[in-house]
């Protein structure tokens, strides 16, 4: 298992802050914890549709006593005290665009061999699907599973947009709303590990993850997703950069 709760006065800190207040302002549906008993590292792979989402995320992964490193992008560390933060407790900086992306999967893959949680929202962004529904992923997931031969769970969650919804300031914390945080059991791409990490390859490893992440949401919202996976172009992506591992 990853280290619980861990040594770092500043992970131990924001804990100490954020819990009493996202207790204060949600009911939780916390399942599938299980799947987090995991031998060695592993890879938690969620859905993002909230500003907030990564705190509620943080706060199912700590109540089952994993403190996840979690793939961020690189400007987060820039700004006062939430770069700190995430520098103190061991998150990840995603150089997105950039020539070192590839920096931010190696040290992914050295944490995963430590035996770490690396957490990773496939999407590398909110999505923009317009009902909130998972869209296609980035293959830095598939890579940083495909090189590490971690076992991926994936973690959805649900309810956050009711208090603070994609791209809004308004922020609505009471009443108190339900947060659905679901984890399921880990994808199997055991079959891809012996094959070249190809284009058809990456694609097919992070189809499985976004499937398994869109399916456990279908069955927390009680709907079917749309037949066909949003797709998000990036005008501003230059040739010849690697994708974002986030």
Not at 23 to 35: L, N, P, V, Y
Not at 232 to 246: F, K, L, N, Q, V
Request: glycine share 8%; proline share 9%; with cysteine.
């Amino acid at each position: 298992m990853p280290i619980a709760h861990p040594k770092s006065r500043t992970y131990r800190a924001a804990a100490f802050v954020l819990r009493p207040l996202l207790f204060a302002i949600t009911k939780r549906d916390w399942q599938g914890g299980e799947h987090l008993r995991q031998d060695g590292g592993f890879i938690v792979a969620a859905n993002h549709f909230s500003n907030l989402d990564p705190l509620t995320f943080a706060h199912f992964m700590y109540d089952h006593g994993i403190a996840p490193r979690i793939l961020a992008k690189s400007s987060l560390f820039t700004i006062p005290v939430v770069g700190k933060l995430l520098a103190n407790t061991g998150q990840i900086p995603v150089h997105r665009q950039t020539t070192q992306a590839g920096r931010s999967l190696e040290e992914a893959v050295a944490a995963l061999e430590g035996g770490a949680c690396v957490a990773v929202f496939p999407e590398g962004t909110l999505t923009r699907e317009p009902n909130l529904w998972p869209m296609a992923g980035k293959t830095g997931v598939a890579r940083l599973a495909l090189l590490s031969r971690a076992p991926v769970v994936p973690v959805v969650q649900w309810g956050v947009q009711e208090i603070l919804p994609r791209y809004s300031k308004k922020f609505r914390p009471f009443p108190r709303k339900t947060v659905h945080v679901h984890a399921g059991p880990p994808v199997d791409l055991s079959d891809l590990y012996d094959r070249p990490l190809d284009t058809v390859v990456l694609r097919e490893a992070t189809e499985r993850v976004m499937t398994a992440i869109t399916g456990i949401l279908e069955g927390i919202r009680g709907e079917q997703a749309p037949a066909e996976r949003y797709v998000m172009r990036d005008p501003s992506r230059r040739p010849g950069t690697p994708e974002d591992p986030a």
